[in-house]
Each structure stands twice: as C-alpha cells, then as structure tokens.
C-alpha cells in the first residue's frame, strides 16, 4: 500500500492542525493505521493508531487528550488532529499501515509515507 502524507507547516503554539493521509490501496480498511513522528535528533516516537474498521484507537500513553485520530474507509484516509500544539510537537509526521492489531512501535508497521514536517513556533 503506498501512503501520502499532507497537511503539515509552520504553525504558532495553541494552533490546532489537521494532518491527512492518503492511501492507494484497495485493501486499505483491513489494515490498522497509525501515526509516528520523529523529532530532529530522536528516534521515531508512536504518536496514535485505528484500527481498520474505525472504531478502535490507542494513543502514545504521554499525548493523550490533544489528539485524535480518524479514517474515512471511503475515501482512503485517516487523519490526525491536533490541539493546542506545543514546540515539543516539532517533528516529521508519518502515516503507517500494519497487519497487527494497534501496534505502538514503529518497527511493527510495515509500510510508509513520506512524512510531512510539522514545526511548531512558540
């Protein structure tokens, strides 16, 4: 499945953003989706994941509340919004997709996008 991520830019802290991510793959909705962002200097860090139906979420145990992650099964798309962003949310967002059932580490998604950088001003 090939991913492209959009939506990302230089935003002001307490600004809300929305990202997307498009998939082109007619089995998108059997795979769980999810959010990974790397920070300049770190390694990759689980950001949120959905589930194929939609339903189920799970969400980095530190970034619960400002986030939320969802999918459109019709168009190919899940999204990640953003609340009250911080300069510490500084980093590339990517869009991955798994077989496993809501993994939280990065290695356990098999397929990437791009990514698209997010930079948060304060």
């Known amino acids: 499945v090939q991913l492209q991520a959009s939506g990302g830019g230089l935003v002001q802290a307490g600004d809300s953003l929305r990202l997307s991510c498009a998939a082109s793959?007619?089995?998108?909705?059997?795979?769980?989706m999810g959010w990974i962002r790397q920070a300049p200097g770190k390694e990759r860090e689980f950001v949120a994941a959905i589930a194929g139906t939609g339903v189920q979420t799970t969400f980095a145990d530190s970034l619960k509340g400002r986030f939320t992650i969802s999918r459109d099964n019709a168009k190919d798309t899940i999204y990640l919004d953003v609340k009250t962003l911080e300069p510490e949310d500084t980093a590339v967002y990517y869009c991955?997709?798994?077989?496993?059932?809501?993994?939280?580490?990065?290695?356990?998604?098999?397929?990437w996008g791009q990514g698209t950088q997010v930079t948060v001003s304060s």
């Open positions: 991955a997709a798994s077989r496993i059932w809501l993994p939280k580490r990065p290695y356990q998604y098999s397929h």
């Open positions: 793959d007619s089995t998108f909705s059997s795979y769980t």
